[in-house]
């Protein structure tokens, strides 16, 4: 059974901080790792999508990479600002029955101080 | 573009009773999600539907949730009897690809926060 593992649970920042955010999963046979955004009270909103035969993504200020060998991706935020401050979930998919079904792990809750 | 609508954005009711959620996905999308997150954890499939069809209902427990998606379109999701447990938010989310959409962003609505008292 996929289990999707995200360290820290919580992480306060600086404004202006690089950051790095961490997700690790037990079953390398995902179709695509996604990172969401979840601001308190709203749904997710999609950051960045990556196939599984990718290697990163890249929008805006963020970065995320993907080892799928290893079981782990990380989402890279530069020069941090205190809008960014949101909890980031980190999902995959897997190949198989269940295809399309995001899997998730527990969040990120990120605060960026200014 | 109109996002994920759903309503009612709040809910609070008696034990025992009956409650209902109702989804509108972005249009033309063809693949339905329900998710279901409790306080501090990642959201968890609910069912899935691919136009009419629910493809996976495996999680939902079906002695007291139910579901439909009528004419492909707009969901509802009803809880008969609501337990404590159950207190949480109900997810809905929407992509574009049939087939399960495994290559596809999915577009999140805003969710029901469901308390039960």
């Known amino acids: 059974k996929q289990e999707v593992t995200q360290i820290p649970a919580a992480l306060s920042v600086p404004e202006g901080e690089n950051l790095v955010l961490n997700c690790s999963f037990t079953d390398s046979a995902i179709y695509n790792l996604q990172w969401f955004r979840q601001d308190p009270g709203k749904g997710l909103t999609s950051l960045l999508l990556?196939?599984?035969?990718?290697r990163e993504q890249t929008s805006g200020r963020l970065n995320a990479s993907l080892d799928k060998s290893s079981g782990r991706s990380t989402l890279y935020i530069a020069a941090s600002q205190p809008g960014d401050s949101a909890t980031y979930l980190c999902a995959v998919v897997n190949y198989g029955g269940s295809q399309g079904n995001l899997i998730f792990g527990k969040g990120t809750k990120l605060s960026v101080k200014p | 573009e109109a996002g994920v609508v759903q309503s009612p954005r709040y809910k609070i009711i008696e034990k025992k009773q009956p409650v209902a959620f109702w989804c509108n996905p972005i249009s033309g999308h063809n693949t339905l999600y329900w998710y279901l997150q409790n306080l501090g954890q990642g959201p968890e499939l609910l069912i899935r539907y691919e136009n009419e069809e629910a493809v996976d209902d495996s999680q939902l427990p079906k002695d007291r949730f139910s579901a439909e998606r009528l004419k492909g379109v707009d969901s509802t999701l009803k809880i008969q009897p609501a337990e404590l447990g159950d207190s949480a938010v109900y997810l809905c989310?929407?992509?574009?690809?049939?087939?399960?959409?495994?290559?596809?962003?999915?577009?999140f609505g805003p969710g029901t926060r469901l308390t039960v008292l």
């Open positions: 990556i196939q599984s035969s990718q």
């Open positions: 989310a929407s992509s574009l690809a049939p087939g399960g959409g495994g290559g596809d962003t999915q577009y």
